[in-house]
């Protein structure tokens, strides 16, 4: 029996999504884009060459505008639409889409204003439906060229996590399973802010002393930050947490990495989103972040830094000076 699967977003994820999925003979998939011009020309090129160059999209998927026919009786959503437009994306399918119709979310940020992760924006807005979150060291600049990757996928129904997992696992994507989808969402969104002070580390020309240290008070302190919001602390150090947090601070490909090396150089950051390709999901959790952590009284070092980098026109160097001059204490 063929099912059809609609990825919701045209960036690098949702591309590299559709591709993976289109791997398998049961599947029929379609993408589908907000924006009917960049849909035309994806379909007619077979490429997203803006953010995949060079990697072809299969002619079996079917990329569409169209609300309607992305929804019609589709079997499961995928959804890959930066947080900060997932709700407006969303509010003209939803009628659309058959009842119960599951969802996979690859989003990794946290709504400003409501503090909502992927998965709860997307119950709010589509209706009660089972939705799960796939996370993990995944660059879709490698998956989707078949290199090696492994990931986890969280949420309540141990059917559905079963079904994704084995419809997402191929020969050189692996998928493991996992019930925590707060510490799987958190540890998404939070590795974001830790890789633009990364990134900052790297403009400011550091080393690999300072980045190490850096990583390892980050996870300390998502771990933190999850722990008090609901999340299981093992799911930290697993691969939504540690692994996807060292892909990103290390990586070439992330954006949000590439956001703090610019602003280590001394590029204001209005410049830096404006010619950045794609969405720095980390400039805008970060606000949500630090506003969570100073209502809850959750310890930030990190994350309030960048907040004054980014937000409030503190220079890197004052920031990196802010966090090595903090009162000794013992390492927890």
Not at 13 to 34: D, K, Q
Not at 73 to 100: E, K
Not at 246 to 261: A, K, L, Q
Not at 267 to 277: C, D, G, R, W
């Amino acid at each position: 029996m063929v099912r059809k699967v609609t990825v919701l977003g045209g960036g690098a994820m949702g591309t590299g999504c559709s591709i993976l999925l289109s791997e398998r003979p049961e599947c029929s998939v379609a993408l589908w884009l907000r924006n009917p011009e960049q849909a035309a020309k994806m379909a007619q090129s077979r490429e997203n060459r803006l953010l995949l160059p060079g990697v072809s999209i299969p002619e079996a998927i079917k990329i569409t505008a169209d609300v309607r026919a992305a929804a019609a009786d589709t079997d499961l959503i995928v959804a890959a639409i930066p947080t900060a437009y997932l709700r407006q994306a969303l509010v003209p399918l939803a009628a659309h889409l058959p009842a119960g119709c599951p969802v996979v979310s690859v989003i990794k940020g946290i709504e400003n204003g409501t503090f909502l992760r992927p998965s709860e924006i997307i119950g709010q807005v589509l209706g009660p439906r089972d939705v799960v979150a796939l996370c993990g060291p995944s660059h879709a600049e490698e998956f989707a060229r078949r290199l090696p990757a492994s990931v986890v996928v969280a949420g309540d129904n141990p059917a559905l996590l079963a079904d994704v997992q084995a419809l997402f696992t191929t020969d050189r994507f692996r998928v493991y399973t996992n019930r925590d989808i707060v510490g799987v969402e958190l540890a998404a969104a939070l590795k974001n802010v830790v890789a633009i002070a990364a990134g900052i580390c790297d403009g400011l020309r550091f080393g690999d002393n300072a980045k190490a240290a850096l990583l390892t008070r980050g996870i300390v302190e998502i771990a933190r930050f999850g722990t008090a919001l609901g999340a299981e602390a093992e799911t930290f150090s697993g691969l939504a947490g540690l692994g996807d947090l060292i892909t990103t601070c290390f990586s070439g490909y992330g954006r949000n990495r590439r956001v703090g090396e610019r602003l280590g150089q001394g590029t204001p950051l209005a410049t830096i989103l404006a010619e950045l390709p794609g969405v720095a999901e980390g400039v805008t959790t970060c606000k949500s972040v630090y506003d969570i952590s100073r209502a809850r009284g959750i310890d930030m070092p990190i994350v309030t830094e960048v907040y004054r980098v980014l937000f409030e026109g503190k220079s890197p160097a004052a920031a990196t000076s802010s966090l090595m001059l903090r009162p000794p204490r013992a390492e927890a």
